[in-house]
């Protein structure tokens, strides 16, 4: 356990003409509860439960403007270190514009390892603040917010929908007479538009939230708030689940856009309450994902590798029950090999960069530029980025999140093999062996200092582990034979090995994650809410003559919400119109189902064609590519290139995009052997043994549990439905289910033991 201290100055401003800060001891763990009553105390204010906190980010110049309100149990110093160092100022008069300035709150200065953060203590907010517009102050008029609210609509619209003509040109000039104003968001109908502004814009705090309350989708400027606000309030007026689909290019902002949403829809729910654990937990496993799952790429320095569904469950009464996240598709392939100017995931340089003296012995670290996954682009740093603090920061938010220190270890530790995997300078790497009477192209390991390194790492036998990097085991007429494997599929089978290493740490960190934002407690109730689903995919992507499988499996992901957007945009709402009768001209669209059915139609479509490549022995990348150019030479949707090279073109709805079939059987199979498995299942290390899903005990106890909730809420149900029927028998069922469940539980706990 943590026991250092920090000095809290804070800033009482008004609340005391004595005194111009307050300086307070407090611990990690010290909640925003404790400080209000000190202060409050000190200063011998009234009921300390009248005043809150209120966390606020931004730069020198007052344009980056975050506020959330802070809730009794929160705690500030670990807070701080989620915020991203970019967004922190040590300087309280930098906020002396916009509606702080008039508002003069007082300041609070948290200094933490020299990264203070910035608070503000006020009194609590009232919910009638904006029931009246002539309550506000003069000032706060003429402030960002009065420009905001009070956009000009003689000169841009702020949908596109009342243009006289609605064609690409005045479309694209309404955005950027929008833009240049500072109006980043556009309607067109039920449709936000986002134009990414690579800075923020103070148009987030809680005046906004309060301002979008309650208000149909249009009466208001556009904002991502009143999408939120939308989306909850249909939820609960017709008792059907909602979801919010995020789509745009690689670097649009899809990721903000996700935050933004799911503290929008955690405030809802709080009416005019303080905030909820579940944002909290939400909060902090932010920056737990965006590391392990992010990296740069030649068109973003912080692009999503996975796309996630983000699942928030509601009580009946519209309270926040739980949350949970679903992760698709990781760019695993990153891991071994990436393009030019781009890294592989921010974790391993942040751990690298952030490790201690200590960490790094015991982990066998090295710089970046000594590992072969991470030097094949010479790109190591991200211009103002400093990953040791991110590093800070991520061991914080994973240990709000749940993850122990232990945890903590064992997974910097899986990622230190990783890297050791393929580290080609002192190699771990084969040599063919050589024979008296011929050349035997079977490989061996050179450096069994490494290997021994890398298997303790592991938590596995180093004998064990090289014979099934460097072999395989095959059954033939009974016997089993051991088969030495050539150069090429011995690298083949290292890749796979950290590929799917890397790949089952991260499902196994979106697995924590949901745990910590699913209580037990809330599993066992009665479930009558619904939910609102956040779809943040990844963006279409053209990297000109580098695009690999990745870029097609993501754009195929693209190409299918372009299908999703035109039924309801164009064939639902036009179906809807002639069921009606009203009057009106039939708009003709683009229709992609074409495209989709080159791409996964059955038997001829692209992805079918490489899977039966695949599974043919003596079938390589070019036959793939003379295959799909024979088939689809005809069909308007695919093109040949000019140029003879090994590429094939697809017309997407976004544009012709050219593929490279290098790598692209290899990337579409899973060479993860049986033999490797069995090696991970065998470590000593519990982390290591669920990864491979080995380990008898959690498995036990993940059927259990999953066993236990569908039967109760089974139970749930009936006992609902009789109840309503009148019938009086489900509460002895009611006493034998709270009776059964409490042996369930106690039989899970005596497993953990």
């Known amino acids: 356990m943590e026991y250092s201290r920090h000095i809290l100055q804070v800033f009482v401003g008004q609340l005391s003409s004595q005194y111009e800060a307050l300086s307070i001891e407090v611990s990690k763990h ?150 240049n104003r500072g109006h980043i968001y556009t309607y067109v109908g039920s449709i936000l538009i986002s134009v990414n502004p690579f800075k923020y814009y103070p148009i987030y705090n809680p005046k906004y939230v309060k301002l979008y309350q309650n208000h149909r989708l249009g009466e208001l400027p556009p904002h991502i708030f009143a999408i939120a606000d939308t989306a909850y309030h249909s939820m609960l007026k017709q008792r059907k689940n909602q979801c919010i689909v995020i789509s745009g290019e690689s670097g649009s902002g899809k990721t903000e856009a996700t935050l933004f ?40 320095n912080n692009s999503s590798r996975f796309g996630k569904f983000i699942q928030v469950t509601y009580k009946e009464n519209g309270l926040v029950q739980g949350a949970c996240v679903q992760k698709y598709l990781l760019e695993k392939s990153r891991i071994c090999s990436q393009a030019c100017n781009e890294r592989s995931y921010h974790v391993f340089y942040y751990l690298l960069a952030g490790a201690s003296n200590q960490e790094r012995q015991t982990l066998n670290l090295l710089n970046p530029s000594d590992y072969k996954y991470l030097s094949q682009s010479l790109c190591y740093t991200i211009d103002g980025c400093d990953e040791q603090y991110e590093f800070v920061r991520l061991k914080q938010s994973m240990e709000m999140v749940g993850f122990t220190p232990d945890k903590q270890i064992r997974l910097f530790a899986l990622l230190s093999a990783i890297l050791l995997i393929v580290w080609s300078y002192v190699t771990w790497n084969f040599s063919p062996k050589k024979s008296t009477y011929q050349y035997d192209e079977s490989v061996v390991v050179r450096n069994w200092e490494l290997a021994c390194t890398i298997a303790g790492l592991l938590g596995v036998s180093e004998e064990t582990l090289v014979n099934a990097i460097t072999s395989k085991k095959a059954k033939v007429q ?9 150069l090429p599929e011995a690298i083949a089978a290292r890749d796979a090995l950290a590929k799917c290493l890397y790949g089952a740490l991260f499902d196994w960190i979106v697995l924590q994650v949901n745990y910590s934002l699913i209580s037990l407690k809330d599993q066992t109730m009665e479930q009558n ?117 090994s590429a094939f073109i697809i017309k997407h709805y976004a544009g012709k995009v050219k593929y490279q079939v290098e790598d692209i059987r290899e990337k579409n199979l899973d060479l993860m052997r049986p033999e490797l498995i069995s090696v991970l299942k065998n470590s000593r290390f519990n982390m290591v043994r669920e990864l491979a899903g080995a380990d008898p005990v959690a498995v036990f106890r993940w059927a259990i ?15 609902s439905k009789s109840r309503k029927k009148g019938n009086e028998y489900p509460r002895k069922l009611k006493q034998k289910v709270n009776v059964d469940s409490s042996r369930i539980l106690a039989a899970i706990e005596n497993t953990q033991k």
């Open 705 to 719: 549990l999953r066993a236990f909730f569908r039967a109760i809420s089974a139970f749930q149900f009936a006992l």
């Open 30 to 179: 010290t909640t925003c509860l404790e400080i209000v009553a000190c202060i409050v105390q000190r200063l011998r204010l009234s009921d300390p439960h009248h005043y809150e906190l209120a966390e606020v980010i931004g730069n020198a110049g007052g344009q980056e403007c975050k506020e959330r309100r802070l809730g009794p149990h929160e705690t500030p110093v670990a807070l701080q270190m989620l915020w991203p160092q970019s967004s922190i100022t040590e300087n309280p008069q930098d906020f002396e514009q916009h509606e702080y300035r008039d508002s003069k709150p007082q300041w609070m200065i948290l200094k933490n390892l020299d990264l203070p953060i910035l608070f503000c203590v006020r009194k609590s907010s009232s919910d009638s603040f904006w029931a009246e517009p002539s309550q506000l102050d003069s000032q706060l008029i003429r402030d960002y917010f009065y420009k905001f609210l009070y956009q000009p609509k003689d000169k841009e619209y702020p949908d596109l929908c009342q243009l006289s003509d609605l064609n690409e040109q005045s479309l694209l000039e309404n955005l950027r007479a929008r833009f």
């Open 529 to 645: 809410g619904n939910s609102i689903g956040v779809l943040d995919i990844f963006g279409f992507e053209d990297f000109g003559n580098h695009n690999r499988f990745e870029q097609f499996c993501i754009n195929y992901a693209n190409e299918h919400l372009q299908h999703y957007f035109n039924q309801h945009v164009f064939e639902y709402e036009q179906e809807e119109y002639r069921r009606e009768g009203i009057s009106w001209t039939n708009i003709g669209f683009t229709d992609n189902i074409q495209c989709l059915a080159l791409i996964e139609g059955k038997p001829n479509g692209l992805l079918c064609m490489l899977d039966d490549q695949c599974s043919f022995p003596g079938a390589t990348n070019e036959t793939f590519l003379q295959k799909i150019n024979t088939v689809h030479k005809n069909n308007e949707y695919y093109e040949i290139p000019q140029k003879r090279e």
């Open 261 to 300: 949403l799911l503290h929008h829809l955690t405030m809802l729910s709080q009416k005019g309450s303080h905030g909820s654990g579940v944002e909290q937990t939400i909060l902090s496993s932010g920056p737990v994902l965006e590391a392990f799952g992010n990296a740069k790429t030649a068109h973003n």
């Open 478 to 486: 009974g016997e089993i034979l051991v088969i030495n494997y050539r």
